[in-house]
């Protein structure tokens, strides 16, 4: 794991780390190792055997990686335009990671996790720049952030996991979102909902405004719209201090659509706090199928979105990119699934 500031500070450390230190900490030879980071003859049990001392000790391929038997580093950065807190507070971003590290490990790639601070636009444009990086996936992104000008300098082949600002055309995964808030928008009609609210992600993401617009075309075949539309982060506070709001503004709203897991849990404390039944008294629905969701009292009716599937995708039109020079495809979306649970 690398976050701008730090490793800004520990360059010169991570520049000691060599081959001949992997090798050692794999005990295997400097060539075995060099084959093995490098996709050349070895076998399975010491590719991974080799890449877990290289990140064991943080070892970033570089001028020395380019004499490789492949002729490449295998180094993709996973990078997360973030503040370093957010990793350890969204689960579907960790779960996100995880996921990819091992979809790109399978492939012979070298994953290198940058927390990318949106304030130190600097550092982050040296530590892509020193890595040695073959190409990046980018987990989160905001509009207007200093990543996307950073990434066209950079010149090197990049996947986004979600929809990427309309100012960078680049290759990426997704899911359906629309889709996403129309289901939402449909159960809670089913319910018998009829004064319903959404409470949304980060303004400046693609994502949230699909989920929005197609939550309101689900109500707008009703004869409805929202009584409320909210918007902050895609964390749990954003739920309570939106739903306190709409509380107190909108007492008749019986149905919210929350934009993830985590908003929908701060939802569900503020109606208990406010002696509201869920769901017979506010119906709540949230997005990602995240642990939380059944960790909830009640269980929470949610949208699954397939965090495997997403990650392989992703890493599989990087590791197309990387083998032949051309992208064998320039994106993917995937159905999300209607988890009905007790909430709604």
Known sequence: MANTNDEARRGAQNAAVTIRDVAERAGVAVSTASRALGNGSASEATREKVRRAAMELNFVPNAAAKRLPSGRSN????????????????????????????????RGLLPFLVLASPEDSEGFNDLLMRSGCEGVIVAS???????ID????????????????ESFKCPF??????????????????RGCT????????????????????????????GLEPVATYSGSYEMQNGIASMERIIKEHPEVDGVFAHSDRIAAGVIHVLARNNKRVPEDVAVVGFDDLQVATLLNPQLTTLAQPVADLADAAAEML??????????????RFPVRLVVRESA
């Open 75 to 106: 180094v993709v950065a996973l990078v997360v335009n973030e503040p370093t807190t957010f990793l350890f507070q969204d689960d579907f971003i960790s779960g996100m990671l995880g996921q990819l590290s091992l979809s790109l490990t399978s």
């Open 141 to 147: 992104i905001h509009e207007g952030r200093a990543l």
């Open 150 to 165: 950073n990434l066209k300098k950079f010149d090197k082949p990049a996947v986004f996991v979600g929809k990427p600002p």
């Open 173 to 190: 995964v997704d899911v359906d979102n629309f889709d996403g808030g129309f289901q939402a928008g449909h159960r809670l009609l089913e």
């Open 195 to 222: 004064r319903l609210a959404v409470i949304e992600g980060p303004r400046d993401m693609p994502t949230p405004r699909e989920r929005t617009a197609g939550f309101r075309a689900a109500l707008q075949e009703a």
């Open 319 to 332: 590791h197309h990119r990387l083998n032949t020079g051309e992208w064998k495809v320039m994106s993917q």
